[in-house]
């Protein structure tokens, strides 16, 4: 693994919305529920908290309502260490999305309800970069956030042209999700970011539906590792990319490998294959699982292979994030899935 050049900075930061997620009880469709359960999290604040289970120090930034919600919020967050005294407060709501949990044949399927929420309605003056990016190192950020508004966009680029003028790497996960924005809208978005961008969090569909590369190979593996070459040469600032490659046998039932490329090799981990009680935050809890090996400077085989056993275990709890520390993350690299229980 090559060995990223990282400024004196201590704390890992993620800048997003963090949101309130409702889920009926029993796996039940929202017309049949009476009862909805209660969790807050975000893409961003997942991988941000996931980090902190592993010992980082972090901090979350995000513009939250001035009412009891963004209190919790700020309890649930600080529950995980992170840091939150530069989040803002305001005017606004908090976001909530509705998740109806699938079961069988049936797909999970999410509902949003998410306008005028604080962050969305956000400006730039309400953010201190300077304040904000003091005794950083890592800057995380997603697809998700400059989807939100017009304002969350060219915040969300000041936020990286900061950070890299400040000698601070940079983690982008495209996390595309068309409820949010078109393909066209997330594509100008990226192709402004990629040249600021050291750690890149793009999958096979990204490279064909967001940045429209044309695939040369019919293999999986060999497919992937061509768009990441191509990638690397019209963006040498970036120094790692990854991504998982998931099998869904059934909504109850998935396979998961993980693959991370540095600067010319593919890494793969071992494929995983577990029952799932929640499904969201997986794909967070492995980002968390590459940003930790990265940082540890790990050897990109084991930082991959990490990086998908704690995705793996996420699979088993309940919630967005991760709860799992170092120790469970490292049996099961070291037993397999198989062996977890004996």
């Given at each position: 693994m090559q060995k990223l050049e990282v400024n004196n900075g201590s704390k890992v930061l993620g800048f997003g919305e963090i949101m309130l997620r409702l889920t009926p009880t029993?796996?039940?469709?929202?017309?049949?529920?009476?009862?909805?359960?209660?969790?807050?999290?975000?893409?961003?604040?997942?991988?941000?908290?996931?980090l902190g289970m592993f010992g980082h120090d972090t901090k979350m930034i995000t513009k939250l309502p001035e009412n009891a919600l963004g209190d919790k919020v700020i309890r649930v967050m600080n529950s995980f260490g992170v840091d939150t005294k530069d989040i803002v407060r305001g005017k606004g709501r908090l976001g909530i999305y509705f998740l109806e949990q699938g079961h069988g044949v049936r797909n999970s399927d999410v509902t949003y309800d998410r306008e005028y929420s604080?962050?969305?309605?956000?400006?730039?003056?309400d953010f201190d970069l300077d304040k904000i990016l003091d005794n950083v190192k890592l800057i995380h950020i997603s697809g998700v956030t400059p989807a939100l508004s017009k304002n969350l966009y060219d915040l969300s680029i000041d936020f990286i042209k900061a950070a890299k003028e400040r000698g601070i790497?940079?983690?982008?996960?495209?996390?595309?999700?068309?409820?949010?924005?078109?393909?066209?809208?997330?594509?100008?978005?990226?192709?402004?970011?990629?040249?600021y961008v050291d750690i890149a969090f793009l999958g096979i569909l990204d490279f064909i539906n967001i940045l429209e590369y044309k695939p040369k190979e019919e293999d999986y593996e060999a497919k992937l590792a061509d768009f990441y070459k191509e990638l690397f040469e019209k963006y040498p600032n970036i120094k790692y990319a990854a991504s998982t490659?998931?099998?869904?046998?059934?909504?109850?039932?998935?396979?998961?490998q993980g693959f991370l490329f540095d600067k010319d090799t593919l890494h793969k981990s071992r494929t995983h294959t577990f029952d799932i009680l929640d499904r969201v935050g997986g794909g967070d809890s492995f980002t968390a699982g590459i940003l930790h090996g990265i940082l540890n400077n790990m050897e990109s085989s084991q930082t991959v292979e990490f990086a998908t056993c704690?995705?793996?275990?996420?699979?088993?709890?309940?919630?967005?994030?991760?709860?799992?520390?170092?120790?469970?993350?490292?049996?099961?690299?070291?037993?397999?899935?198989?062996n977890i229980n004996r």
């Open positions: 029993n796996f039940q469709r929202i017309i049949q529920a009476e009862s909805f359960e209660a969790i807050y999290a975000g893409g961003e604040a997942n991988v941000i908290c996931s604080a962050i969305s309605m956000a400006t730039k003056e790497l940079v983690s982008y996960d495209s996390n595309y999700r068309s409820k949010l924005w078109t393909l066209e809208e997330a594509r100008s978005f990226m192709l402004e970011v990629l040249p490659k998931r099998v869904v046998n059934s909504v109850n039932n998935n396979s998961l704690a995705s793996a275990l996420k699979h088993s709890i309940r919630g967005d994030i991760n709860m799992v520390d170092l120790k469970q993350v490292e049996t099961l690299m070291n037993c397999g899935i198989e």
